[in-house]
Structures are given as structure tokens and as C-alpha cells.
């Protein structure tokens, strides 16, 4: 064989390679999208619902409401929760929202009875609704990046919750 046919040789089996990285990178982005998706199908709502229009959520996969939302201008993760009193944060959460606990109390979770600290939320939002001054809860015993969406948030909100969805519309005074 040449010294040409090696190099074309050379090129095509470099291109071939390229393109399979090529395209099990792009395969590795999209099934990560789709994870990400089944995961937390409301992720949009940090930023696509306008304001006084009903806040729509899906369920994800394991049936429970998650959604991206903001304490004080950050994004956050929420898992809405009703049973919850306040909105629960992770106490690493907490530190780098710059949260500081105001009191403590005892709380009823379903790990058992806890201690954590209490403090006031400036600004938690959803879609295009952002309540001010909302209790919430610093709790050691929450861990990773997700919040509780807890009922000083939802009291906001008249809720209607049919099939997969969950549907927040402004409160009738």
C-alpha cells in the first residue's frame, strides 16, 4: 500500500471515529435530557408561566410533583408537599441561600420527630406566582438539592389535583 492510500486510510478511520464520539456524546445529552424530564417534568416553570396564569404540574415517573421554582431570586427545586407546614429547606440549602434560623421548633416528620431551626423567606416563587414573607423550616435531616413546598407557600393557592395534574390557581379571599 502507498504512503497516499495509508493517509486516506488513516483519515477515513479518524473521521469514523469522530463521528461515533460525535454521536455518543449526542446520545449521552439527550438520554440525560430525558431522564432529567422524567425526573422533574415542571422544570420549565422557573421562568414560562405568566403571571396570574393557573400553574400547571405534571406528575413525574414516581408519581409525585416536582418543580423548579426561586427562594429569593435562586432557583430551587421543589417537591410539593401538603403535608408539610412550612416550606422545609436543607440546612446546606439554607447556608447558601444565606438563610439564618430566627427560633427552633420540634417537627412531626415521617422519620420521626426532628429539631430545626425556623426562618422567613423573602420570596418563594412558582411559575408566575411569588408569595412574600413565607415561614419556612431549616431541617438537618432533609438532604440533596430539593425543597419542601409546604403549606406556607400552597395557603396561597386553591388546589385541584386530577389525574396526573395539579393545578394552582390564586386564592378567593
Do not use: K
Not at 446520545?27 to 422544570?43: A, D, I, L
Not at 435562586?74 to 422545609?88: I, W
Request: charged fraction near 20%; glycine fraction near 14%; hydrophobic fraction near 40%.
Amino acid at each position: 500500500m502507498s504512503d497516499q492510500g495509508r493517509g486516506v486510510r488513516r483519515t477515513g478511520l479518524g473521521m469514523m471515529l469522530l463521528f461515533w464520539v460525535l454521536f455518543i456524546a449526542a446520545g449521552t445529552w439527550w438520554f440525560q435530557g430525558y431522564v432529567e424530564r422524567q425526573r422533574n417534568p415542571n422544570s420549565h416553570l422557573v421562568s414560562a408561566v405568566e403571571e396570574g396564569a393557573p400553574v400547571v404540574l405534571e406528575r413525574n415517573r414516581g408519581g409525585h410533583f416536582v418543580a423548579t421554582g426561586r427562594i429569593n431570586g435562586e432557583p430551587v427545586e421543589f417537591l410539593v408537599d401538603t403535608g408539610a407546614t412550612y416550606v422545609a429547606l436543607p440546612s446546606e440549602m439554607a447556608d447558601r441561600l444565606g438563610l439564618e434560623a430566627t427560633g427552633s421548633a420540634w417537627f412531626n416528620t415521617a422519620n420521626g420527630r426532628v429539631r430545626g431551626g425556623l426562618t422567613r423567606l423573602d420570596e418563594v416563587g412558582l411559575g408566575g406566582y411569588v408569595a412574600r414573607d413565607v415561614r419556612g423550616s431549616i431541617s438537618t435531616g432533609l438532604e440533596g438539592d430539593t425543597a419542601l413546598l409546604g403549606m406556607s407557600f400552597l395557603d396561597h393557592f386553591d388546589i385541584r389535583i386530577r389525574n396526573a395534574q395539579m393545578v394552582l390557581e390564586p386564592a378567593e379571599d
